[in-house]
Nanobody
Framework: QVQLVESGGGLVQPGGSLRLSCAASGDLLNINSMDWYRQVPGKERELVASITSDDTTNYSDSAKGRFTISRHNAENMLYLQMNSLKPEDTAVYYC??????????????WGQGTQVTVSS
């Protein structure tokens, strides 16, 4: 079992910045990637950024150039630095960990989410 706890959300004005954190604990063996998703009511959960075990990063079109995903493996921490925030970024942000047991079996874990509200 993997436990993920997000923090750092809050209210910020357009153009502002926030840094989200995700603390991971439990059995972290073979976690192949960690990700940030976001979701608004009535919308499908959207992948924002991901980082793999070989440090490959990927960003959604909306996040590119504004958001940065990073990790501190020794501390089992995942971060999302969000700059130049827009009202459209308002959502509940979730961190996720993907474990690949084998080429066939895998499992994804989710945190409880942290609210980010961008409003003037």
């Amino acid at each position: 079992q993997v436990q993920l706890v997000e923090s750092g959300g809050g209210l910020v004005q357009p153009g502002g910045s926030l840094r989200l954190s995700c603390a991971a604990s439990g059995d972290l063996l073979n976690i192949n990637s960690m990700d940030w998703y976001r979701q608004v009511p009535g919308k499908e959960r959207e992948l924002v950024a991901s980082i793999t075990s070989d440090d490959t990063t990927n960003y959604s079109d909306s996040a590119k150039g504004r958001f940065t995903i990073s990790r501190h493996n020794a501390e089992n921490m995942l971060y999302l630095q969000m700059n130049s925030l827009k009202p459209e970024d308002t959502a509940v942000y979730y961190c996720s960990a993907h474990r690949q047991y084998s080429d066939i079996l895998s499992e994804t874990y989710w945190g409880q989410g942290t609210q980010v509200t961008v409003s003037s």
